[in-house]
T-cell receptor, first 109, second 111 residues
């Protein structure tokens, strides 16, 4: 059974700082997704990573995938308050996505 | 830009009642999904649907649940006899080009 773990579960950081969220998964997959969720809202797609070594960047967020280590990272550069949200990774399995536990990011001014 | 839509946005029901949650996937997508998220928890897969039949379902998706594509546009999730523990946000998603696009969700409250 595919398991997806994220850490940390909660991250409080100051504006301007850098940090990384980690997503580990237990069985082979070549599809990894990152989503953002604001309170009470739906899931907004951030990145789709489809191959080993894939790296994608959008603004202050950069995601990478290492399929051999079964690890994806979401790196935040020079955080700003607008990035405060919950971030989920999700691993593609046959006919479904399996989500991680989520990381609640709070960026303090 | 095409998007997945869901109705209603909020449904309140009494325990034991039937509810139908509705979704309109993106028009040229072929794969459809239902997920749920209990408040404060992670998103859980319920069921996937392709070519008018269920592709896969989770342990959560028991005999109380069913899905249907009654016409060319709608995709529905029915819960026959709701339980208190069915209270959650239910998200519909459709897939195109390896990416799943999520609807805004239906908040189901079972009293």
């Amino acid at each position: 059974e595919l398991k997806v773990e994220q850490n940390p579960l909660f991250l409080s950081m100051q504006e301007g700082k850098n940090y990384t969220i980690y997503c580990n998964y237990s069985t082979t997959s070549d599809r990894l997704y990152w989503y953002r969720q604001d309170p009470g809202k739906s899931l907004e797609s951030l990145f789709v990573l489809l191959s080993n070594g894939a790296v994608k960047q959008e603004g202050r967020l950069m995601a990478s995938l290492d399929t051999k280590a079964r690890l994806s990272t979401l790196h935040i550069t020079a955080a700003v308050h607008d990035l405060s949200a919950t971030y989920f990774c999700a691993v593609g399995a046959t006919n479904k996505l399996i989500f991680g536990t989520g990381t609640l990011l709070a960026v303090q001014p | 830009e095409p998007e997945v839509t869901q109705t209603p946005s909020h449904q309140v029901t009494q325990m034991g009642q039937e509810v139908i949650l509705r979704c309109v996937p993106i028009s040229n997508h072929l794969y459809f999904y239902w997920y749920r998220q209990i408040l404060g928890q992670k998103v859980e897969f319920l069921v996937s649907f392709y070519n008018n039949e269920i592709s896969e379902k989770s342990e959560i998706f028991d005999d109380q649940f069913s899905v249907e594509r009654p016409d060319g546009s709608n995709f529905t999730l029915k819960i026959r006899s709701t339980k208190l523990e069915d209270s959650a946000m239910y998200f519909c998603a459709s897939e195109g080009g390896y990416e799943q696009f999520f609807g805004p969700g239906t908040r189901l409250t079972v009293l």
